[in-house]
Nanobody, 119 residues
Framework: QVQLVESGGGSVQSGGSARLSCTASHVTVCMAWFRQTPGKGREGVAAIDLHYGGPVYSDSVKGRFTISQDNSKKTINLEMNSLKPEDTATYYC???????????????WGQGTQVTVSS
């Protein structure tokens, strides 16, 4: 069973920046960030193949967010810049066993961390 531990989150002003981190107990094929809001449900934000890279992003965050990994292949980060109120959500770290053109097929999930962007 893969366990994921997240850190980061909090309150940020519109236009500001924040960083999220996630560390997994085991190396998997891919890791990703999702976010969930009452209005939009769960949305894939960014994903990366831990062995080959090739990060992908949702259109809503492309150019503003950057996903990265460390050399252990068990830690990922999400650098969030130019934050908007619509970025407000609970952000979840995930890990999976398949990476496709559409992103990471997630099987394991973190507890989630709240990011609130104020106007």
């Amino acid at each position: 069973q893969v366990q994921l531990v997240e850190s980061g989150g909090g309150s940020v002003q519109s236009g500001g920046s924040a960083r999220l981190s996630c560390t997994a107990s085991h190396v998997t094929v891919c890791m990703a960030w999702f976010r969930q809001t009452p209005g939009k449900g769960r949305e894939g934000v960014a994903a990366i193949d831990l062995h080959y890279g090739g990060p992908v992003y949702s259109d809503s965050v492309k150019g503003r967010f950057t996903i990265s990994q460390d050399n252990s292949k068990k830690t990922i980060n999400l650098e969030m810049n130019s934050l908007k109120p619509e970025d407000t959500a609970t952000y979840y770290c995930a890990a999976g066993s398949a990476y496709t053109k559409d992103g990471c097929q997630a099987h394991y999930w973190g507890q989630g961390t709240q990011v609130t962007v104020s106007s």
